[in-house]
Structures are given as structure tokens and as C-alpha cells.
């Protein structure tokens, strides 16, 4: 659950970030066992919501846009949970589907890359969404029904992991997202990967010892480097992870399953790097709001 608080400047067509905030209630936690989101998720969802609402509040924002993706696409439940958000909290929650939630992500991700075309891949709890196209068009986007929260739950009962699990979790990515293998027509393309899986990849291969935005921004993971990473986040504990990296709280038990999702999509595309970016969906929705109450912004503003 993500907070990003940002200001507008008209004259200088400028989003500057003042506040950028994460949460892990794990709302995707058995959901696909049980189709609902369990009770302590929620409870845990509303507290992160109410702290979020007293920084929107204190940071005297003139606008406030909340979006839900996968979680509540599918949980029988979100419909009374977003009821309960407006009613307890006075914020109206809008589910977006995968498709849109893949356009906004794109729209965020390339808000801080040179080339002028991106393949972006968006690493969630529950989906994976994976988008390609230039500054003014999509050619693919598609979202997938698998993230580090349901695959881990699929296939991972122990840690560390069996060899025999991670291998029936590879060939159900490899079948998952084969299809991919289309986009490999520009081999030399921009690859940007967003959210939790490789921004916190990227602090631990810089041993950080907190998360630092300025070194995470841009960084580079090879392949080689990542498939390392998997090796490793395969053979130890969360808990060996969290003594070592105690900032990445909420995610050292799916970092496996995680890093094992962009090593198998940078696999099928052919691609021996990656670009990481701390930028995605939260960026993406404030863009396209500027863009449509502003239309003279797009192709002028500026994202720092």
C-alpha cells in the first residue's frame, strides 16, 4: 500500500515529490485459496490507510486519488472493504483493471528514461504486469495473474526452497509468460522494472543498509547478477535475509519467489539487464490526472 504525495507547479510544469511511503498489509495473503481478504489484512489495511490520512492531511493536499489493483479485482469482499474506506476515512478507492493498471505503470516508469522505447515490468503481489511502447503509444500490455505473494503460496511451503519447488515454480512461469517472447523483435530495447522485487535486488546488491532512493533510481541488474541473486535468495531463510537487510521488512519472504519472476521474464525476452526504477503506478496515476486536466503539460512535464 503506497503513499506518494507530490506538488504541481503550473509555471514550470514540474511534479516534484515531497513524500513517498510504503506499507505491506499483504492483502493478497490466501486469496487464492480462499477468494476473500482475510480479516487481519483488512485491519491492517485501515491502519496503514488512517497513518496515510493523517499525512495527506497535515501535508494539506488539494487532491487525493486512491486506486486499488489485483487484491481487489478479485477478493468477493472489496466491495464492503472500499465501503468501509469511504465511510471510516472519507476516501473514495477506484479498482482498476489489469490493462489500465498496466498503462498507468508504463505512464510512471518512463517518466525518468531517455530512450524512446521501454519494455516495463511491474512485479505486484498478486499480478505481474508487463507493457511495451514509446512516448506516445502502447503496443503490448497484458497483466498476468501471478506475483511474489501467490506464487510463493503456490509452490514455496519451506524455506529455504526445494530444488524440486523452484523448479515446478520455473517451468510455471516460463509456460505463464511465454508469449513474451513476441516483444524479443527489439532486442536492444530499454527494460525498466518497477515496485518491491528489484528496488529492494538493487539496495542489496549495493549492501545499503536503507533504502536510498538516489542509488536505487537507474540502477543496473544484469541477468547474470540476478539469476546469482535468485541462487542465493533460494538458499537462505527470510529471516537470515532481515538480519542482514532489516529495512526490507514486509518483503524477505517473497524475494524469491519475486527475483525468480524478472530473471524468467528477462530470460524469454532475451535480455541480459535490466534498468531499475522506484517510479510505477503512483507516478502513472498523478501523470495521466495532469494530463487530463492539463493537456498542455504532456510532452513538458517534468518528474523529479
Known sequence: TLLLIAEFNKTTNSLKTILNRYEIPRLSKDLEKTKIISESSKLKFFEIIKNYNNLITSHNCKVVIAKATNAM???KNSAEIIKEVREKFGIDMQVIAGEEEARLSYLGSISNSNSEENIVIDIGGGSTEVIYGNRENI???KSFPVGVVNLTERFFTQFPVKKFEKIAAEE???STFKELAQLIEKPNINIISVAGTPTTIAAIKQNLQYYDE???ENYQISLSALNDFTDFASKVTPEQILEQYPFIKGREDVLSAGSLILATILN???ASK???SGRGLRYGILIDYLFNKYPQV?????VR
Open 298 to 302: 504532456k510532452g513538458k512535464l517534468s
Open 172 to 174: 510455471f512461469l516460463t
Open 274 to 276: 535490466t534498468t531499475v
Open 139 to 141: 503496443f503490448y500490455r
Open 268 to 270: 524469454i525476452l532475451g
Open 73 to 75: 479485482r478479485i477478493a
Open 214 to 216: 538516489l542509488k536505487i
